[in-house]
């Protein structure tokens, strides 16, 4: 037996008017629509999805973007700043933890696995 696909029906149907239809004239208010609160959303809506397409694909970089990478810049800068006048990782560490050794917190055990120093 051939594969054969039957097409896809087409129904119509034939109405007899009275009068001949006249489309309606477009209204000029559109306040019972909330037309304008329908373009707050369109916008939103196109904004929202412009953020999500990968950077290639944009104009400009999103407001977002923008922020985190000040953001990282002023970090960068102050940690520069901070660890300018230190020698080395060391002298870092117990800047910061001055009372606390790494050693003395973890030891590690066969089997790669970290577990606090028994006394």
Same mark, same amino acid.
């Given at each position: 037996?051939?594969?054969?696909?039957?097409?896809?029906?087409?129904?119509?149907?034939?109405?007899?008017?009275?009068?001949?239809?006249?489309?309606?004239?477009?209204?000029?208010?559109?306040?019972?629509?909330?037309?304008?609160?329908?373009? #707050?959303?369109?916008?939103?809506?196109?904004?929202?999805?412009? =953020?999500?397409?990968?950077?290639?694909?944009?104009?400009?970089?999103?407001?977002?973007?923008?922020?985190?990478? /000040?953001? /990282?810049? *002023?970090?960068?800068?102050?940690?520069?700043?901070?660890? =300018?006048?230190?020698? =080395?990782? =060391?002298?870092?560490?117990? %800047?910061?933890?001055? *009372?606390?050794?790494? /050693?003395?917190?973890?030891?590690?055990?066969?089997?790669?696995?970290? %577990?606090? #120093?028994?006394?």
């Amino acid at each position: 037996m051939p594969d054969y696909k039957r097409p896809r029906a087409i129904k119509k149907m034939m109405v007899e008017m009275d009068r001949p239809f006249v489309w309606p004239e477009e209204p000029t208010d559109l306040t019972p629509w909330d037309k304008e609160l329908y373009d #707050k959303q369109e916008t939103f809506r196109k904004e929202a999805m412009e =953020s999500r397409l990968p950077d290639a694909n944009r104009d400009e970089p999103s407001k977002h973007i923008e922020k985190v990478k /000040e953001a /990282e810049r *002023n970090l960068m800068k102050k940690q520069r700043e901070e660890t =300018s006048g230190i020698d =080395s990782a =060391s002298t870092f560490r117990e %800047k910061q933890l001055p *009372n606390v050794k790494i /050693e003395d917190v973890y030891v590690r055990k066969p089997g790669g696995k970290r %577990k606090p #120093k028994d006394d």
